[in-house]
């Protein structure tokens, strides 16, 4: 393999990629848009059933994409805590004093990413973001494990960590708060809920005949309108 140079030969990592199998080059199941439901949070849960029943690796995970004071877009991958299936509403869970948190504080909207590789599809979710009531946050916090619970007491995401033992040192300290106060709770521990305005689920297919379904948000509020897109 030869780096990448001025006169246009491919570096390592193009031919890498060329090296590997062509996506959606596998068996994946289909889909007709025409019988999918009215509201877009009833597709997801069935879509994420599926890719469940299909063994996808961390069916929960999604991608939280945001911006800055600055107008920068930022993304990072975090877990989907719930689906408010007729509202439209994707809940997830964060420090406000990290900096999702606070790029949603000043940019109260975002977008999430989900793809499920076992099954070849994939949700994308735009609108405004809400914060959840502080007894919501409260409950979350409750329902995760120790280590969970102990990480985020330990909070500080992002900022520079001046070595290993200093972090282990932070994460044993929370646990043994944890465990002197079973009912002890994370302050910045925030429940976020995304309200899509549009919902898009892409279903792939090995001959490049993909369906993308867009779900868009009447004004009204009243319901939802479908259309087919171009994939």
Do not use: N
Not at 154 to 177: I, K, M, N, T, W
Not at 192 to 197: D, T
Request: glycine share 10%; charged share 25%.
């Amino acid at each position: 393999m030869t780096d990448h140079h001025s006169d246009g030969a491919p570096g390592v990592a193009a031919e890498l990629l060329r090296s590997a199998p062509p996506p959606m080059a596998r068996e994946l199941p289909g889909f007709d848009a025409g019988r999918a439901p009215a509201a877009p949070g009833r597709l997801f849960v069935a879509w994420l059933a599926e890719a469940l029943d299909a063994g996808a690796a961390d069916p929960q995970v999604m991608t939280l994409s945001t911006v800055d004071a600055e107008g920068l877009p930022d993304a990072r991958v975090l877990v989907l805590r719930d689906v408010d299936e007729a509202g439209g509403g994707w809940m997830f869970a964060a420090d406000a004093a990290s900096p999702k948190g606070r790029q949603l504080a000043g940019v109260p909207a975002a977008a999430m990413t989900v793809y499920w590789p076992a099954v070849g599809r994939q949700v994308r979710l735009r609108g405004p973001v809400e914060t959840a009531p502080r007894p919501v946050a409260e409950a979350d916090f409750a329902s995760r494990s120790p280590l969970s619970r102990a990480a985020t007491l330990v909070g500080r995401q992002s900022e520079p960590l001046g070595s290993a033992e200093q972090l282990a040192a932070a994460a044993e300290d929370a646990l043994h708060r944890i465990e002197a106060e079973p009912g002890a709770s994370a302050p910045g521990h925030t429940v976020y809920v995304l309200r899509a305005e549009t919902a898009e689920f892409w279903q792939g297919d090995p001959e490049r005949r993909h369906v993308r379904l867009r779900y868009r948000r009447r004004a009204d509020g009243g319901g939802w309108d479908r259309s087919l897109l171009w994939p």
